[in-house]
């Protein structure tokens, strides 16, 4: 074989094997990937064909599942005073408490004795 020859075909190997490689990594259709780098469609399959190479379209998002943890529970603040009452009623008083509406509480759980 003529040697220029020779080195001729083997640039035009190594082009379109770059060529295929990068259609790979890009993520990019065959014709899609040709138009934006002005190449034949029909060139381009060949040598994805010759060199075995399978270049289907990766997406380039997916969706994947995530594990949620479960709520952790709230966490309230200590009460300032806690009444266990005989009916098996508890009430947790904050220290910021309205008086008033203390003794209204009361009033009622009074009455259903």
Request: positive net charge.
């Amino acid at each position: 074989m003529n040697t220029i020859l020779h080195a001729a075909q083997q640039s035009g190997r190594q082009f379109w094997q770059t060529h295929v490689k990068a259609l790979t990594e890009s993520g990019f259709s065959r014709s899609e990937y040709c138009r934006r780098h002005n190449l034949s469609y029909h060139a381009l399959t060949y040598w994805v064909r010759k060199h075995g190479v399978n270049t289907k379209s990766k997406p380039l998002l997916a969706l994947v599942e995530v594990p949620v943890r479960s709520a952790l529970p709230v966490r309230r603040p200590e009460a300032a005073l806690r009444l266990h009452l005989a009916s098996g009623i508890m009430l947790e008083i904050e220290p910021d408490f309205d008086q008033a509406a203390l003794g209204r509480i009361l009033t009622v759980l009074e009455r259903q004795r």
